[in-house]
């Protein structure tokens, strides 16, 4: 019994080690001068640290705009996100409206259709009403999801409905039960859609790349993409510093907050 | 008018579902409806271009489009390509996930350490993982060659070889979901009522007969629904390629999403793209639908 947990024991850590590889990799070479990092066999651990390779990477790049057109998009979309799926979670648990089932069943049935179906009436649509080459063609359309709504709701159904009616009967208006009430209950469940949704919109790639032109929106996915497209010019020991810091912000983000983060995926995907 | 009244429900509710229905409606019910008008006209970038937000330009073409969609020479070439990956990708992920669930809801060392590593290429984005992969894998100076080479063997150049490239790339893959695929096998686990197992073992029942009898159908019931997702998750196969091979080479990571975001977006031919788009949504469909019969006749 107590071989066999060792056994086991060791054979998690290697997969740990594993998993972590390629990370490790990634820090280490963005640590490494050009001359180390073409060098074969390549070595485990720099020689030297050249620290370099992030201010000049960082300068090369305008990764400052890059980084706050990718903030100002992700936190905008979580924040919409998050109000507008809580509010139809809300109206979806709690709320008799016209079409209401149909409206549910036609959600969920949205939620098998590839990404591909919608690519180009995206493109096709967000042109037509202007929002081309901007962050609001970022944000706007996408500020609103499924996910979100059937998350929201899954938490406010276990608020107890006589708490609201009693709210009502007091002379509580809707804005307010849902603000006031509905809100502070399920806090966690929103703290946790916020991260997901957060990393989700950071780490987004394919809209950006249909819809912005201009690399002073870029948002750093198309950037750190368009630099694998061009890797003669931008040595690699570059390229991996500027994919550091392009992980880091959520990498952190998840390590602070990962129980909320697991158990958010984790019941999103029993209950869902 | 009481009726009517009675019949809108709670007035109140349509506030709440007011930039639902806006959004929802305009960027997802919109673009599904577009994308099928599309698949049955001959759109072309010049009549878009004139047209109005609420309107899918060109004469209806009837099955043409499918035709076309079906003639291109890439497209079966693409499924057989989406299928080398899926026959790779999706066994892996599936035992790799299964076993690691299993192995961490036991009480070991380290265990929140080693979940929290194997979530992290979950939540970076497919870019920088993909460039993570690229150096790992690159032809002169990569870290698998270099680990290679101490066993005597010379790797190939990974990612322009028509043999390696979808294997790299589907390897990636698994590295990037496992972890995700992990925490649902791990959800069902921890779903099994710890009663079962004090019960067992009051029975005097082995070890391996409590796998063989508690755990190992629970796996079965997941891994049902585990490899919906994994099929549909390999059928949308898309940004890696893009970042990776822009399909190459010589056309052998060109997978069915990969195609109509090029048919598309660089030949503009909007009716076979939409088509195709419209074809996998079809199979996708057709999956779920299949999927969800024989759920509910070994669940039912």
């Known amino acids: 019994m107590k071989n066999n947990k060792s056994i086991l024991t060791i054979l998690l850590w290697s997969t740990g080690i594993i998993f972590l ?34 201010p000049q990477i960082w300068d090369l790049l305008n990764f400052g705009q890059t980084m706050i057109n990718s903030i100002i998009v992700s936190i905008t979309t979580t924040v919409l996100i998050v109000v507008f799926s809580t509010m139809a979670g809300y109206a979806f648990s709690k709320k008799q409206f016209l079409g209401k089932n149909i409206l549910f069943v036609a959600l969920i049935g949205t939620m098998t259709v590839p990404p591909t179906v919608l690519l180009l009436p995206l493109y096709f649509i967000i042109s037509k009403m202007g929002m081309y080459d901007s962050l609001t063609g970022l944000i706007l359309p996408f500020s609103v999801t499924v996910f979100g709504i059937f998350f929201t709701k899954q938490y406010i159904d276990d608020v107890p409905t006589e708490l609201l009616e009693a709210a009502r009967i007091d002379g509580c208006g809707e804005l307010r039960i849902f603000f006031q009430m509905v809100v502070p209950l399920i806090k966690p469940a929103i703290t946790t859609l ?10 987004s790639f394919t809209m950006p790349l249909v819809l912005l032109q201009s690399e002073d ?21 570059h390229i991996l510093a500027a994919n550091v810091i392009s992980l880091l912000p959520v990498v952190i983000l998840f390590l602070s907050l990962q129980r909320q ?10 209950k869902g | 008018m009481r009726k009517i009244r009675s019949s809108l429900g709670d007035l109140s509710s349509y506030i709440f579902i007011l930039p639902t229905i806006i959004v929802l409606g305009l960027f997802l019910v919109y673009p599904i409806l577009w994308s099928f008008l599309a698949s049955f006209k001959d759109v072309n970038p010049i009549l878009l271009k004139n047209s109005s937000l609420f309107e899918v330009p060109g004469t209806f ?29 999706i066994p892996i992920t599936m035992f790799a996930s299964a076993g690691l ?30 460039l993570i992969f690229m150096f790992l894998f690159n032809g002169d100076r990569g870290l698998v060659n270099a680990l290679l080479q101490n ?39 921890q779903n099994i009522p710890k009663e079962l197992y004090e019960a067992a073992d009051v029975d005097g029942v082995t070890t391996f007969q409590k796998f063989r009898l508690i755990t190992w159908p629970l796996l079965g019931r997941v891994s049902l629904v585990v490899s919906i997702l994994l099929i549909i998750d390999a059928l949308n196969i898309f940004q890696e390629i893009i970042i990776m091979t822009g399909g190459g080479p010589a056309d052998s990571t060109i997978t069915v999403p990969f195609l109509i975001y090029n048919e598309a977006f660089k030949y503009f031919r909007i009716g076979p793209a939409a088509a195709m788009s419209y074809l996998l949504f079809v199979f996708v469909i057709v999956i779920t639908f299949v999927q969800k019969r024989i759920v509910d006749k070994r669940l039912g």
């Open chain 2, 101 to 130: 669930a299993i192995l961490v809801n036991q009480k070991l060392k380290g265990v929140n350490f080693v979940r929290s590593v194997l979530f992290i290429p979950y939540i970076i984005s497919v870019v920088s993982a993909s």
């Open chain 1, 261 to 270: 983060f697991i158990s958010g995926i984790m019941s999103g995907s029993v």
């Open chain 1, 217 to 237: 929106k870029f948002t750093i996915p198309l950037r750190l993409a368009m630099l694998a497209q061009q890797n003669v010019a931008v040595p690699w020991s």
């Open chain 1, 194 to 203: 916020a991260i997901i949704m957060f990393v989700q919109n950071w780490n």
């Open chain 2, 151 to 189: 066993f005597g063997v010379t790797g190939p150049n990974w990612l322009s070889s028509t043999l390696w490239a979808m294997p790299v790339i589907a390897i990636m893959h698994c590295w990037e979901k496992i972890g995700y695929f992990m925490l649902i096998y791990l959800a069902g686990l």
């Open chain 1, 21 to 54: 590889l390629p990370i490790y990799w990634l820090v280490i070479s963005s640590f490494k001068s050009d001359a180390e990092i073409t060098q074969f066999p390549p070595t485990y651990w720099p020689k030297e640290f050249v620290w370099s390779n992030y």
């Open chain 2, 61 to 89: 073409a009837g099955l043409d489009q499918y035709m076309q969609a079906i003639d291109n020479p890439l497209f079966f070439k693409s499924i057989f390509n989406t299928l080398y990956f899926g026959v790779i990708f």
